[in-house]
């Protein structure tokens, strides 16, 4: 069971830090990711973080702005973004895959229910 926070309302250049909740201990041991949907697009990979944290997977269109990272003391997961774009206007998932690397939501057997991020200029 997962539930994304910290979605809201921003204009371009803000920040925000999206937040996700982890009801199982078990998650610690998976990796977690970060994906997006926009309305008529398909769900899109945004970020993953391995299980211990040492390896970090990011889309082009994030690189540099985002940064994912993972408390397993705390079963959290967190999306920081800066430099916020228009474009990176969605609703945004986490999600566990049982392996590592996964950038397809294909791999990834668990999902959040989302959190809407509008980015207006």
């Known amino acids: 069971h997962l539930v994304e926070s910290g979605g809201g309302l921003v204009q371009a250049g803000d920040s925000l830090r999206l937040s996700c909740t982890a009801s199982e201990r078990t998650f610690r041991l998976y990796t977690m990711g970060w994906f997006r949907q926009d309305s008529g697009k398909e769900r899109e990979f945004v970020a993953a973080i391995s299980w211990s944290s040492d390896s970090t997977k990011y889309a082009d269109s994030v690189k540099g702005r985002f940064t994912i990272s993972r408390d397993n003391g705390k079963n959290m997961v967190y999306l920081q973004m800066n430099s916020l774009k228009v474009e990176d206007t969605a609703v945004y998932y986490c999600?566990?895959?049982?392996?590592?690397?996964?950038?397809?939501?294909?791999?990834?057997?668990?999902w959040g229910q989302g959190t809407q991020v509008t980015v207006s200029s």
């Open positions: 999600a566990v895959a049982p392996q590592w690397p996964a950038r397809s939501s294909r791999e990834y057997d668990y």
